[in-house]
């Protein structure tokens, strides 16, 4: 079956790189995403990968994807106050634009 | 500029009424998706459309319908409300395959 899984609470000082991990079971998923949820609003995309890459780069975010392993993280460098939300992993899975989301990892930055 | 918009933005409601969310999208998108977000659940889908006259179940259908008679909109009825169906509510949409979700800000529903 379809399962995303992440980690649900995650706490890192200010300027510091946070990484937020998520395994997911669809070997066959084309695309998987990271969107950032704050508090009140609804999800917005951060950034995606296809499933023929390794890595991508986009300023302070990274992902790494490790097909054999199904494991897909997300980094953020320089980690901010303003980068505390929850992130949640989804991969495009049963169908057409159809996604299957983790729980949700909450990042806290502090001081 | 083109927008989601869900509402009402929070709804209480009674065991066994019948409550419909409104969810209407301004991009002309033809995918639409309706998901509930419950604690350590994350967002698990409930019904989507590929567009007019074309609605599918997702994993958590059940007590739930839709209708899609126009491109713009994509209302979710919960046929007779039970208290699992406190849950907050997020409606998407997509232009085609590989576009991005767009994410309304979600209606709060509360069944007593």
């Known amino acids: 079956g379809e399962d995303v899984e992440q980690s649900l609470f995650l706490s890192v000082r200010e300027g510091d790189s946070s990484v937020i991990n998520c395994t997911y079971t669809?070997?066959?998923?084309?695309?998987l995403y990271w969107y950032k949820q704050e508090p009140g609003a609804g999800l917005q995309l951060l950034t995606y990968?296809?499933?023929?890459?390794d890595m991508k780069q986009d300023q302070r975010l990274t992902v790494l994807l490790n097909k054999k392993d199904k494991h897909l993280s997300l980094r953020i460098a320089d980690t901010q106050t303003g980068d505390s939300a929850i992130y949640f992993c989804?991969?495009?899975?049963?169908?057409?634009?159809?996604?299957?989301f983790g729980a949700g990892t909450r990042l806290a930055v502090h001081p | 500029d083109a927008e989601i918009t869900q509402s009402p933005r929070h709804k209480i409601t009674e065991t066994g009424r019948q409550v419909t969310l409104a969810c209407h999208q301004t991009w002309n998108h033809n995918n639409m998706f309706w998901y509930r977000q419950d604690l350590g659940h994350g967002l698990r889908l409930i019904h989507y459309s590929y567009g007019v006259q074309d609605t599918n179940k997702g994993e958590v259908s059940d007590g739930y319908s839709v209708s899609r008679s126009n491109t713009e909109d994509l209302p979710l009825t919960l046929e007779s409300a039970a208290s699992s169906q406190t849950s907050v509510y997020f409606c998407a949409s997509s232009e085609k395959y590989n576009s991005p979700l767009h994410f309304g800000n979600g209606t709060r529903l509360t069944v007593t």
């Open positions: 669809d070997s066959s998923s084309t695309y």
């Open positions: 990968i296809f499933s023929n890459m």
């Open positions: 989804a991969e495009e899975a049963g169908g057409y634009n159809k996604l299957i």
